[in-house]
């Protein structure tokens, strides 16, 4: 092979999917008709809000895979990971179909699936960590960026303003959609941080475990998220955790309506 094919080659697995294009279009132009009141107000929330859940999850699985370039795996970029393409990652049903239909059924945050790096390639425990935590920072990135504008109150005075249970409010629809969207990103850098076998967390802490320790764990990595998510359906562990997740974004000052309300309307089937 010849360097130019090679350059080229690169320049391939890195190369932006149409795909993820095609997501930042609907949540743009689903935002944008929400701020202006064009349309059904519900259902553009539906769009932008499961729109820029998937950009995130997209970016989620990024962040990990171009750390662990960095780190050493070169095979990423092979594997598409790079590309920001969903149907590239190592389970889409993990990754992608799950965590929607958890947004879907009970507004929850659920953690994506994993993009496959070669560890072995990894040299460090701190670039093992880092690799790791890479995908909930850009969650808690996300959270920030979305909530700031609510929390400062710069959508509050719009000349469009949301409708709820027939009561005209004093925000734009497009604020709560942000506070909806703000509040799944912040549950799942939460759920993420867990140091529960099979998320980020454990991924962090795991470098630095004894192999004892490592192996004994090992078995119950598979059925750790299914824990966590048996664990969340009880009613008072639920209310633990989004009092958590509220109480993360009274630092941001949003009001927890924001997300609450969001919610409702972003489920538009239930009129």
Request: glycine share 10%; aromatic share 14%.
């Amino acid at each position: 092979m010849t360097f130019a094919a090679t350059q080229r080659s690169r320049s391939e697995d890195r190369r932006i999917s149409p795909v993820f294009w095609a997501l930042l279009a609907i949540l743009g132009t689903s935002g944008w008709a929400v701020y202006q009141g064009y349309g059904n107000s519900r259902f553009g929330i539906f769009l932008f809000v499961v729109a820029g859940w998937m950009v995130s999850l997209c970016l989620h699985e990024y962040a990990h895979a171009r750390t662990a370039l960095h780190g050493g795996d070169i095979t990423v970029g092979a594997k598409g990971y790079l590309t920001l393409n969903p149907f590239k990652y190592a389970n889409a049903l993990l990754s992608f179909v799950l965590p929607i239909v958890f947004v879907l059924l009970g507004g929850i945050g659920l953690p994506g699936g994993a993009v496959w790096i070669e560890r072995s390639r990894v040299h460090g425990r701190l670039k093992h960590s880092l690799i790791s935590a890479a995908g909930p920072l850009v969650n808690l990135l996300a959270a920030v960026l979305l909530l700031v504008p609510v929390g400062a109150g710069w959508l509050d005075d719009s000349e469009v303003h949301a409708f709820w249970n027939g009561i005209e409010l004093d925000v734009s629809p497009l604020a709560l959609a942000l506070g909806f969207l703000g509040m799944l990103q912040l549950s799942a850098t939460l759920l993420n941080l867990l140091p529960v076998p099979g998320l980020d967390g454990y991924g962090i802490v795991e470098p630095w475990l004894s192999y004892k320790t490592r192996r004994a764990i090992e078995p119950f990595a598979p059925y750790g998220m299914l824990a966590v998510f048996a664990l969340l359906w009880q009613p008072e562990v639920n209310h633990w955790f989004f009092e958590a997740v509220y109480g993360a974004m009274d630092l941001l000052g949003v009001d927890r309506a924001y997300p609450q309300v969001g919610h409702e309307l972003f489920t538009f089937w239930k009129d």
